[in-house]
């Protein structure tokens, strides 16, 4: 059974930092990419950032709204997806989400992510 389980989530003051963790089990990710989307209450999804799997360079994608402030990174050897999210702004409150993809780029569209994690809260109080 394939699960992406995420954690890190939690209540930080504006400007602080948190770092995300997503573990990956059940089948090996490392040639696929692999995401972070966030939706905030009454908003839809929406994409975050994305990392290319092994043999892509580690090409990363960052949305305009993160971008210089967040990092994603990945520890294949751990089946581990991180992000580093720095400089926080009460924006930023949402849940988030870890995905892998069917494919190898790192991609914005959330239809082409086929696995999900059940998300993990970041609360940015201002």
């Known amino acids: 059974q394939v699960q992406l389980v995420e954690s890190g989530g939690g209540l930080v003051q504006a400007g602080g930092s948190l770092r995300l963790s997503c573990a990956t089990s059940g089948r090996t990710f490392s040639s696929a990419a692999m995401a972070w989307f966030r939706q905030a209450p009454g908003k839809e999804r929406e994409f975050v950032t994305a990392?290319?799997?092994?043999?892509?360079?580690?090409?990363?994608d960052y949305a305009d709204s993160v971008k210089g402030r967040f990092a994603i990174s990945r520890d294949n050897a751990q089946n581990t997806l991180y992000l580093q999210m720095n400089s926080l702004k009460p924006e930023d409150t949402a849940v988030y989400y870890c995905?892998?993809?069917?494919?190898?780029?790192?991609?914005?569209?959330?239809?082409?992510?086929?696995?999900w994690g059940q998300g993990t809260q970041v609360t940015v109080s201002s």
């Open positions: 990392i290319s799997g092994s043999g892509n360079a580690g090409n990363t």
């Open positions: 995905a892998a993809a069917n494919v190898p780029f790192a991609v914005r569209a959330a239809g082409l992510y086929a696995y």
